[in-house]
């Protein structure tokens, strides 16, 4: 099937270190269908070096390597980048898996593997990586969003409402922050299930419906504004002097 996605992620380059070349040419060809590019290093010695010089977003590490083995290589990688690794390991070597781990691999996959997986597991991981850094990011700034009449706390998980407490799901709570952290900004649905769910995938745009509809419930109907066909914006309460009130047709 022709890949389709309009919401390819931008693009990325995964290291392979492999040291049987007809498998690292599988594992690279996989990669390259799914529209990253890929390096191939045969040995733990040119991966360290590979690994410095390409600055991949993704390594995928054999433990039985020569020159150097995974296990030193991707301590060697990670000490020098932190960069997500995923390690291959052979059947059972439950050890390698322990080792693997403790080095800083993110995860492992066993010897043989189905290819498809190995690359469901690499867009797993780079999906972690990318919330990791976004949640990260909105903790730096986590300051009280203060509107007035709503107030929402970040850091608390808590939202108020003229000065009353208003219960939201994990889910609603983490829509409506995303939206008031910038204000009558419009946010495609896409996007929002991208930063929300953790979810790249159009065809769940209706459950951002849904968790609209339930905060509009708790919140009013004004808070947050349809963008038709396109997404939600985030509506500051009106200042209470109530002299702007706009009529909103819907
Ligand atoms: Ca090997």
């Not at 498998?23 to 890929?38: E, P, S």
């Not at 690499?122 to 203060?146: G, H």
């Not at 008031?180 to 991208?194: G, I, M, N, Q």
């Not at 339930?214 to 109907?221: I, N, V, Y």
Request: proline share 5%; with cysteine.
């Amino acid at each position: 099937m022709l890949n389709t996605s309009s919401h390819q992620s931008t693009a990325r380059t995964i290291l392979v270190v492999e040291d049987e070349p007809d498998l690292a040419t599988a594992i690279a060809q996989r990669i390259t269908a799914n529209g990253w590019t890929a390096r191939v290093a045969s040995d733990g010695a040119s991966a360290v070096r590979a690994a410095k010089q390409l600055k991949p977003d993704l390594v995928i590490m054999d433990v039985m390597l020569p020159v150097m083995d995974g296990i030193e290589a991707t301590k060697r990688i990670i000490a020098e980048r932190p960069v997500p690794v995923l390690m291959l390991t052979a059947r059972d070597a439950e050890s390698d898996k322990v080792m693997g781990l403790g080095a800083g691999a993110d995860d492992y996959m066993t010897k043989p593997f189905s290819p498809r997986e190995l690359i469901a597991r690499c867009e797993a991981l780079l999906r972690r990586v990318e919330r990791a850094t976004i949640i990260a990011k909105n903790m730096e700034n986590e300051k009280v969003l203060d509107f007035g009449s709503l107030v929402i706390d970040p850091r608390q998980r808590i939202v108020t409402l003229n000065g009353e407490q208003v219960h939201l799901t994990p889910t609603e709570f983490d829509l409506l922050a995303t939206l008031a952290r910038k204000p009558k900004t419009v946010f495609k649905r896409e996007k929002l299930l991208e930063e929300v769910w953790d979810w790249p995938d159009a065809s769940g745009t209706r459950t951002v419906d849904s968790h609209v509809k339930a905060l509009r419930h708790k919140l009013g109907s004004q808070m947050i504004r349809t963008a038709h066909g396109v997404g939600y914006a985030f509506e500051p309460p009106e200042s209470d002097d109530d002299t702007a009130t706009e009529s909103e047709t819907r």
